[in-house]
Structure formats: C-alpha cells, structure tokens
C-alpha cells in the first residue's frame, strides 16, 4: 500500500503547544508581544477560542453556565498583564490554547528580525540575464511576492515542504521573504530549527539580492531554485553570487593607491618598482632595529596595505572557494598515489604492491580524469575551504602578523586583492567564468554554448 502523501503547510497549519513554542515567543520584548497579540486577535487567520475553558467549566459548577469572552474584555486582560512571562502563558492557556498558525508563527520571527537587525548574517548576489551575462539593470521584472512564492513551492515540491511569509520593511525599501523549509513527510510539531529558516531581502528596483546563507540540504534545494523561481517565460535570470573584481575596491596592497593624504604612496601603480610609502625619521630608525615581529608586520602591510583593518568599515563575514589545483603524478609526490618512505609500495611481508600510477605515462591517458582519478596523468584534489568570521581578512592579516601565515606565500585571495568573495581557484587565483566558479554545472549542453541552472 502507497504511503499517503501529507497536505500542504497551509498558513492555518497549527503547532500544537510545547516547551519550545513557548521559548520561540520568549525572545520578544513585552511591546512587540503586545503588538503582535492584539494583530491576532483582530485576524481571521489567527483567530482565538474564546470558549470557556474547563477551568472555567469547572469553577461555575452547577450555579450557572460561562459565556464565551469578547475580543475587548480579551484586550483588557492582555494589558493589564505585568510581563512577558505572563502574556505567553495567558497564549497557551486561554486563546491559543490549541496551538499557534504557521503563519503566527512566521510573525513571531519576523518581529524578532525587526526588532534585532543584526541577529542574522546576510550575503548578497546579483541578478543577471543569462544571455551573455549581462547585468539585468532596469530589464529586471518587477519584485511580486506572491506569484515568486507560488513558482518557488511548486519547483520544490515534493522534495521540500514550505511555508512562505513576506513582508514590507517598515523603513528601508525591501521586501522580505521568510521561507520555513521542512521535510516533506511527516508534518511539523515543533518550529522548525535556525538553519531550515531561509530569508531573502529583495530591494526595490535593484538588481541585487540579499539572503541567509543557512547550510542544510533543504536551505540548499532552496537556494538552488531560487533563479528558476524569479524567471519568466521569455526572460531567464540568474544569480551571480559574490562580489565581481571592482566591486569591493583597491583591496589587498593595491589599497595604498586608493588613499590620499600620509597613507598615500609615491608613484604610479603601473610602473615595475616598488612604490615607496613617504615615511618619518623615526619609522626608518624603527626599520634599523627590526625582528621578526617587525618584519612581519612590514610584510602584511606590503601584501594588504590600507585594508584588512578592524574597524574600517568594510569587514567581509565569509569567504568560501573550491581549491581545483592540478597536481603532476608521479613517485616525487607524497600521496596515496606515490612513494612517501622506503617502506611505501610494500606489502606486508616486503613483497612490492602494484603501482597504480604506472599507466599514467600512457599518451592516450587524459590529464585529468575526475571520474577515473587514479587513470589520469595529472590529479586534482576536491578540496573546499570557508573563512568565517566578523572580518575575514583582517583576521588573516593578524595571522600574517603573528607568524601563523606566510605572508609571502599566501594566495591573492586571501588578501583581497581578488575582490571576490565566492569562486574557484585554479592556478593560485579566482577563475572568472560562472561555470568554474560553482554558479553552473558544467554539461555537455554548457560545451555546446548553454547553460544549466543547480
């Protein structure tokens, strides 16, 4: 027999009351708990039951039967109320004694958001025309919650269960889109964790987009089929996530060129030569004395000048880049695939193993085999790396400074000298095109000049 497929998370989809509804409303100060319970009472969606409850069954006895309660003696109660405490416990034993909405719930969070912009982190892409790539600008379609929220659940469907609320910032031109992302069997009981709620922030007239960049498998799904989702027939948009080489700036050592006045450099940045920073007696006399702290310092503010600084205003959060380095094959490589000690390429009792890399010398061998990696004459190590943190390069600056990082060794982009913040690194720097970077999958239709969206 078939498992029956659940109904959808309707907007009046009920939780039922537990320890951790209660705490999801404890995070709101008493006015927004106020503000928020007097919006329920007067909305059909959230309405509450003002029947007598069995206490109140209870203490009437047989004398006389209780009467339901009105919305204003209900308004009374809840303002004379002393705290916070006392107004969600009035929630779950009187009105909403049978559970919150899913769209309740969904208020809840967003008035915390209002209430604590800085509660989230946000990373930002662009939206473009997949045709050539070129910047959407004023071709952008105008922003509809309702129908991007219809498209989005029916390409996720069946894989994820959602339930979407969207509401205009109260100051700021934005639209945000709250996006509460569940397994598509069973039905919630409880709200659902931190990592499957996913926000986007949809400026008014901007190409750009704004989200959460929450890392589960539904937030992925989700994240994946947002381009889908703001398409339309005739018009296919992408995302392009990141900031493109520019957008952040002279970062890195080419900063000191973007600064005037004792900061400033002399000379051009074209030219072969070091420029020479204008420099004070004592700086040079500090120079004749230096040690290795010194020194280390004298090179990051070579390899990040100006930036990378606490403090200035421009602290990047996370830095996250696929490592697709090619490596050649052979015995002078320590690996699994080559010869780390005398005893490597042994068996147990001394007698040699087989050499896996020996049909790498083979000229009909590819350079590379991602699908056969002990086949090919070259490999490349699947290596990701994130950088998290309030302000990830002066975090790698300081490390540079304390002797942790190499600084003439480190990479370009981990300076910011890339002026990207997503992408693949192939060659020591940032490949440019969508497909290295992760943003495309690369199939043979992208070889044959299209491209598919993940």
């Not at 002026?419 to 943003?439: D, E, P």
Request: net charge neutral.
């Amino acid at each position: 027999m078939a498992r029956r497929q659940p109904s959808k998370l309707a907007s009046h989809y009920r939780l039922p009351p537990s320890p951790q509804l209660t705490r999801y409303l404890l995070r709101l100060s008493k006015p927004s708990l106020e503000k928020l319970v007097f919006d329920w009472l007067k909305t059909p969606l959230c309405a509450p039951n003002l029947s007598p409850t069995n206490d109140d069954l209870l203490d009437a006895g047989y004398d006389e039967e209780p009467q339901d309660r009105t919305l204003e003696e209900v308004e009374v109660v809840y303002t004379n109320l002393a705290s916070r405490k006392e107004i969600v416990e009035r929630v779950f034993e009187r009105e909403w004694r049978d559970g919150l909405t899913m769209h309740q719930i969904a208020q809840v969070d967003m008035q915390h958001l209002l209430d604590h912009p800085s509660s989230l982190k946000w990373t930002a892409c662009e939206l473009v025309l997949e045709e050539g790539k070129k910047p959407v600008g004023d071709k952008l379609p105008k922003f509809q919650p309702v129908v991007f929220c219809k498209s989005l659940l029916e390409i996720m469907d069946p894989m994820v269960q959602c339930h979407p609320y969207y509401t205009t910032h109260p100051t700021l031109p934005l639209t945000i889109v709250r996006l509460s992302l569940h397994n598509p069997y069973p039905l919630p009981t409880i709200p659902p964790p931190a990592n499957q709620i996913f926000y986007l922030a949809v400026p008014t007239s901007s190409p750009h987009l704004f989200f959460t960049p929450q890392r589960s498998k539904l937030a992925d799904i989700c994240r994946k089929s947002l381009p889908i989702a703001l398409s339309s027939q005739h018009r296919r948009i992408t995302r392009e996530e990141g900031m493109r080489e520019g957008d952040l700036g002279a970062g890195g050592g080419w900063s000191v060129f973007a600064v005037e006045g004792e900061g400033a450099v002399e000379g051009d940045p074209l030219e072969t030569s070091r420029p020479r920073k204008r420099r004070s007696l004592d700086a040079d006399m500090d120079e004749i004395n230096t040690g290795d702290g010194k020194k280390r310092k004298r090179i990051a503010e070579e390899r990040f000048g100006k930036s990378a600084t606490v403090g200035d205003g421009s602290g990047l959060e996370r830095v996250e880049v696929k490592l697709r380095e090619v490596w050649p094959r052979g015995n002078e490589v320590p690996g699994v695939l080559g010869v780390v000690d005398g005893n490597a390429g042994k068996g147990r009792k001394g007698r040699p193993k087989k050499d896996v890399a020996s049909n790498t010398n083979d000229e009909d061998a590819p350079l590379i085999d991602e699908h056969a990696p002990w086949k090919g004459k070259s490999w490349m190590p699947n290596v990701d790396v994130v950088l998290e943190g309030t302000h990830v390069f002066a975090g790698v600056r300081t490390l540079v400074e304390e002797g942790v990082f190499d600084g003439e060794k480190i990479p370009t982009w981990m300076t910011g000298e890339e002026g990207k913040s997503v992408g693949m690194v192939k060659g020591g720097t940032i490949l440019k095109s969508a497909v290295a970077a992760g943003i495309y999958e690369a199939t043979a239709d992208t070889r044959r000049g299209r491209r598919k969206t993940t």
